[in-house]
């Protein structure tokens, strides 16, 4: 409609400033110190609803960060959307492969460098500015509710307590989430799906203080080598993983599944060239798109033991420790899998070490049906601004509570992403196009439209 995209090109530049400032805030769920700006985040997001145009707007606490809440109700006998988001980020680490501070952004080449950019500031901030082009325009045809957290970077621990909570609050009849990404802007899709999370850390011990290499190296498990020995273990020669029942729940995806995916554009080439590798790596059978959406699989996210200073200290450690997380798919289970992967480490630690293995947080697998209103909705959104019809895909990331939003709520979730795979996800340097950023923003209120049509 020319009413929202006159508005939006009017306004473009101050909703660019306000995501900017927002970007400025170092809203690091995981780490304590940043607790104040966590405060300071929510706060500066339950404003900019208040300034979007939200009847109400409130923050509640948790056991841990707060979740901010808005919502706008024209009339009780329309369908209302209830928009997530989450307002945490990533820990900016490495800081010295930023290119700029990760808490400054930047904007280079058409692009937002910053912590959060695309995950999730950027996009959930699109729905702010899109919702609030809809009540200025007097074209808002549905209730819109938003939640927007700030523990989904570590597993969204206390959100259960507040969905469970507040049913009545967030009552809707489809939720809608950018948290994903696209193929492509040339190439449009919609993640149907995403998988689902199991993450633990295994710390293995062996003497009672890290010793002199020299005089005990040799006569002494490391549990660095130990460690090592038992990480590689858990894959066999096709990359296939060894661990007893972990793929027994496993819903392989049908041939004609696997043929649509296949008709997504994919260059090889273009692929290992972003990456900087000269060859891929994965279970073997199956193509890159395959394995990073239809298969389960299992990473090691950290290690450490020893000495890892400037210069040189010969020292066997005491203790290595690493942090490890598979990806399920349906029907997966989060619990069960973490089960298995916590028993599997402790089974297979040899004679000489110590085991212990603990579980930090998980979410299962979703996915949402493509002959829905609401994705029938979003499918008909993007083909109005992109000139397209968008492409079905499964997603490799997690959004631990999609599967609770369901089982609690009772209504179906739809993910309309419009960041890119390249965006450098929890990396440095994370980014996210200006295009994709006011492409969002623009589509949005088609969904709202076309959700609300009978």
């Known amino acids: 409609m020319q009413a929202w995209k006159d508005y939006q090109e009017k306004n473009k530049d101050r909703f660019l400033n306000e995501l900017l400032d927002l970007l400025r805030i170092p809203s690091v769920s995981a780490r304590s110190e940043h607790k104040p700006d966590m405060l300071n985040c929510a706060e500066a997001v339950k404003q900019r609803l208040l300034d979007a145009g939200v009847d109400k707007a409130e923050i509640y606490p948790t056991d841990g960060h707060p979740v901010v809440y808005g919502e706008k109700i024209i ?45 999730d500031k950027g996009q959930f901030y699109m729905h702010v500015k899109a919702f609030e082009t809809m009540i200025q325009t007097n074209t808002l045809p549905t209730n819109v509710k938003f939640i927007i957290e700030g523990e989904e970077e570590i597993g969204s621990p206390n959100l259960a307590k507040f969905v469970t909570t507040h049913k009545d609050l967030l009552k809707a009849d489809v939720i809608l989430i950018s948290d994903t990404a696209m193929l492509s802007l040339d190439t449009p899709s919609i993640d149907i799906g995403v998988r689902g999370l199991s993450y633990i850390e295994v710390e293995v011990t062996g003497p009672n203080r890290d010793l002199h290499s020299g005089v005990y190296g040799g006569a002494v498990a490391n549990p660095i080598t130990i460690l090592s020995r038992m990480i590689a273990s858990c894959h066999d020669e096709n990359n296939h993983i060894t661990i007893p029942g972990f793929y027994d ?97 402790i089974k297979i630690a040899p004679p000489g070490v110590t085991v212990k293995a603990e579980e930090h947080h998980g979410g299962e697998p979703y996915m949402t049906p493509i002959d829905s209103k609401a994705y029938k909705a979003a499918a008909k959104a993007i083909e109005a601004t992109f000139g397209k019809a968008p492409i079905p895909v499964r997603g490799g990331g997690s959004i631990p509570i999609c599967a609770l939003f369901e089982k609690e709520l009772g209504i179906k979730i739809v993910f309309m992403g419009f960041g890119l795979d390249s965006d450098n996800l929890h990396s440095p340097n994370e980014k996210y196009g200006l295009v994709n950023f006011y492409k969002g923003i623009e589509t949005i209120p088609y969904f709202h439209k076309f959700f609300a049509e009978k």
């Open 249 to 345: 729940d496993v819903v392989e995806a049908t041939p004609e599944e696997r043929k649509l995916m296949a008709a997504a554009p994919y260059n090889e080439e273009e692929y290992k060239k972003d990456l900087g590798v000269t060859q891929l790596w994965g279970e073997k059978g199956y193509t890159t798109n395959e394995r990073t959406g239809i298969r389960p699989t299992l990473e090691l996210n950290g290690i450490w033991g020893g000495y890892t200073g400037e210069g040189a200290k010969t020292v066997l450690p005491s203790k290595a420790t690493a942090k490890i997380s598979a990806r399920l798919v349906p029907n997966q289970s989060a619990e069960k899998i973490t089960e298995k992967l916590l028993t599997y480490f």
């Open 75 to 119: 009339d009780p006998s329309k369908p209302t959307v209830l928009v997530y988001g989450h307002y945490d980020v990533q820990p900016p680490d490495p800081l010295e492969l930023w290119h700029s501070g990760p808490f400054d952004p930047v904007i280079k080449d058409g692009k937002i460098y910053a912590r959060g950019s695309a995950d």
